[in-house]
């Protein structure tokens, strides 16, 4: 029985594979400019990631989560030992595993029984997710936590949210060496003082899994700030003891780990109040002096050497982890910062990783290298807008992508554009750098380039067009030919096309009238359509609908708003940015969709009707999900940027898809049936009993004749008929086993539902 279980949970994960328009592939094979493969090319890039160890696959090896800041991001690599080499490889399959979050997503193991279980920000408060998983993590939501309040003890309001300061990291490990996981973290944003929320479930008696906390110190280990910098032995006072005029709001990190063997737990502060070497030690001299509570002694303001100081972030995340499972937790320093106004923030060469020769708790740190992981990707720094082009016309699709670099060097002023060359063929494509300066822009200066290219004048080659951040569209005429070509500058303001900001062009022969049409998203969410009423030669564009096909991509948000009964009412109305970006898919029959990306991180996928003045229907759920099978829209990050073509030869559509963290990630198109139509919407009917005997009943809201097949593990019919809805259907016949049944009733499209015969 459990073999014949396993086969069903197979078949009905390739049926459910067969309907989906997408799923993750990672074919393209990407080369740097010297021909050595870029191994994890397609993992989406890093721009101020968080690291924890946890055993995805139950192999024994701890693998790396990874939640980045920028747009709250969860990547997922697993380890692997290759020649004696711990390397990672991206396996994004257990990304749905994980809850959204804001500011932080760590892994600790909270209970003892050595699962690490989640810990996040919700954007209120911590929250604790437990990991119940066997074979793989499961994580089940536990609580929001709260300490109770021993230092400010007010009756009416005891206790206290366990929150975070936005920007702050806070220290989640067990600090007074009880066993159970205590919580620090910053008192306030204008100030350096420490609250310890100290876990008291041992000492209340309580099992592990029944957590509690006591505020007990709002002055953590006697640290505050004076001058721009920070000081040991300080007065406590719960606030910022010292009044001093700030340029802006500071961002803190912290990282507790017992530096020297003496069992109490030291201290790495990073802030972003220091633009030279922003991270401080602390020496905890609890055990020296036999203490009772921790208080830190000194602080080494160059805990890192001169040449890893000009290799560190401002306020950088500090991450403790085992990163060549050696059972010894190594550090890793990474971009933490993303306020761009006030710091010059590092969005590549932005992962330092330190080596400890030494033990967990006696620690000997050895720099390795500063882009650990993101060394390995495709990432520029920050933004990434991807469109295929044939730019030497043999016959596969190059690739040209935008980005906006590395702000600490280009301060987000001067997106340039990137070249990669298919070297492969229109099946197998094999893509290699040739130039990450394409035209030389960096030059030019321009902001929030959207490439796309388009034959505009009907002379058989492709010309260059750019949106840009003030919202206009630049035309560079190819004055080359269609294997040569010549990129020659010709006006920043095509046909004075203007959106609101962020433009965002594509162009396709949209009503197939043999002429190519423009359609433009922007930073509002909608999109533009420009008719083309000219010849191929000539093109005259004409704004016909600038909310094409209804769409708007804006994010939901929830407010509060006062009714005309006099009441407020919880409403949900759209941000007022969406950074829509559009690009048309094409499949073989001749069918068509619309993908837009945007802000948010997802790509919207709608139907393309003929008719362009109607709304367009949205293919909701169109990929699926490894582990639970159930139809979803993946998270990319924000700023999701698609471009399309059919990269593997088989008539349907693949996907490269840019976001903000400066990556890319890739999709790989499937057959578009009715199946996969969101709106074509399947009715569900019920089989009672379900598992069954002697008979079943199907039940359904028709009381029109419904036609039934009923098909084995290998899909043989073994029974068809009609009957109605409530009839017995005898199943005598049937063996022991597993079949599906489906129905029409020439009116409805149903569901296949299983069935169980006993």
């Not at 193991?109 to 929250?127: E, H, Q, T």
């Not at 005997?693 to 593990?713: A, C, V």
């Amino acid at each position: 029985m459990r073999k014949l279980v396993f086969v069903s949970i197979f078949l009905v994960y390739a049926l459910s594979m067969s309907a989906q328009l997408f799923e993750i592939s990672f074919e393209p094979n990407f080369k740097n400019i010297n021909g050595e493969s870029i191994s994890l090319a397609l993992s989406g890039g890093l721009n101020q990631p968080q690291f924890s160890n946890i055993d995805f696959n139950n192999d024994g090896k701890l693998d790396l989560f990874v939640f980045d800041r920028n747009g709250n991001k969860a990547l997922t690599f697993i380890a692997k030992s290759v020649h004696g080499k711990i390397i990672y490889d991206y396996d994004p399959q257990y990304e749905e595993l994980f809850p959204s979050a804001q500011e932080f997503m760590q892994l600790h193991d909270y209970n003892a029984d050595d699962k690490p279980d989640l810990w996040i920000y919700n954007g209120d408060s911590v929250v604790l997710y437990q990991n119940n998983g066997q074979t793989m993590p499961s994580f089940d939501r536990i609580k929001g936590l709260f300490a109770f309040d021993r230092v400010n003890y007010v009756p009416f309001n005891p206790f206290k949210k366990l929150s975070e300061i936005k920007g702050c990291l806070p220290a989640i490990v067990d600090i007074d060496g009880d066993t159970d996981i205590d919580f620090i973290t910053n008192l306030n944003v204008t100030g350096s003082q420490m609250i310890f929320n100290r876990n008291t479930t041992i000492d209340s008696n309580f099992q592990l899994e029944n957590i509690k906390f006591d505020i007990v110190d709002k002055c953590f280990g006697g640290i505050d700030e004076f001058n721009g910098n920070l000081i040991v032995n300080a007065p406590c006072y719960f606030y910022e003891a010292y009044k001093q005029k700030k340029k802006h709001v500071a961002t803190k990190t912290i990282l507790l780990f017992d530096e020297d063997a003496d069992g109490d737990l030291d201290l790495l502060f990073g802030s972003s109040e220091r633009s030279t070497n922003p991270v401080y030690f602390f020496r905890n001299g609890k055990a020296d002096l036999e203490y009772y509570k921790d208080t830190f002694l000194s602080v080494d303001t160059a805990y890192f050497t001169s040449i890893i100081e000009s290799q560190l972030p401002v306020s950088p995340a500090m991450s403790y982890v085992d990163v060549n499972l050696d059972g010894v937790k190594d550090l890793i320093l990474s971009t933490n910062e993303i306020d761009k106004s006030s710091y010059p923030i590092m969005e590549s060469n932005n992962s330092i990783l330190f080596i400890n020769d030494g033990l967990t708790n006696d620690v000997d740190f050895v720099f390795e290298q500063n882009d650990f992981l993101v060394g390995d990707m495709i990432d520029y720094g920050s933004g990434c807008s991807p469109s295929f082009v044939d730019l030497d016309n043999d016959g596969d699709q190059d690739l040209i992508f935008a980005t906006s670099g590395n702000h600490y060097i280009t301060g987000d002023t001067s997106d340039f554009l990137v070249y990669f060359e298919n070297k492969g063929s229109s099946s197998l494509p094999d893509f290699q750098l040739v130039d990450d300066n394409y035209l030389n822009l960096k030059s030019k200066h321009i902001r929030g380039i959207m490439p796309t290219f388009a034959d505009i004048d009907g002379d058989n080659d492709l010309d260059l067009f750019f949106g840009k951040m003030d919202g206009s569209i630049s035309f560079y005429e190819n004055i080359g030919n269609t294997e040569n070509p010549d990129f020659s500058y010709i006006t920043s303001n095509y046909e004075n096309i203007q959106v609101t900001n962020y433009a965002a062009p594509y162009f396709d022969d949209l009503n197939r009238d043999g002429i190519i049409d423009l359609i433009v998203g922007s930073y509002d969410g909608t999109i533009d359509y420009y008719q083309n009423t000219g010849t191929t030669a000539n093109p005259i564009f004409n704004l016909t609908r600038d909310t094409f096909g209804g769409i708007i991509v804006n994010e939901l948000v929830r407010t509060s708003k006062l009714g005309s009964d006099g009441q407020i009412y919880d409403t949900m109305v759209y941000q007022n940015y969406g950074f829509s970006s559009p690009v048309v898919l094409h499949w073989e029959n001749g069918s068509r969709c619309i993908a837009v990306g945007n802000n948010q991180g997802l790509v919207r996928v709608y139907d393309l009707k003929s008719d362009l003045n109607e709304n367009l229907n949205e293919i909701e759920d169109y990929m699926i999900e490894f582990h639970s099978q159930k139809k979803y829209t993946k998270d990319w990050g924000r700023r999701a940027n698609p471009s399309s073509s059919d990269l593997n030869g088989d008539g349907y559509p693949d996907m490269l898809i840019g976001n903000d963290r400066g990556g890319m990630n890739f999709v790989k198109g499937n057959k578009k049936t009715s199946a996969t139509l969101a709106k074509e919407k399947l009715t569900v009917f019920k089989i009672i009993p379900n598992p069954a005997k002697h008979y079943f009943r199907i039940e359904t809201k028709s009381n029109r004749r419904i036609q039934y097949k009923i098909s084995d593990l290998s899909g043989r019919v073994i029974q068809e008929s009609s009957t109605f809805s409530g009839d017995r259907i005898s199943m005598d016949k049937f063996p022991n086993g597993i079949y599906f049944v489906s129905i029409e009733d020439g009116f409805r499209k149903y569901h296949v539902e299983k069935l169980i015969s006993l």
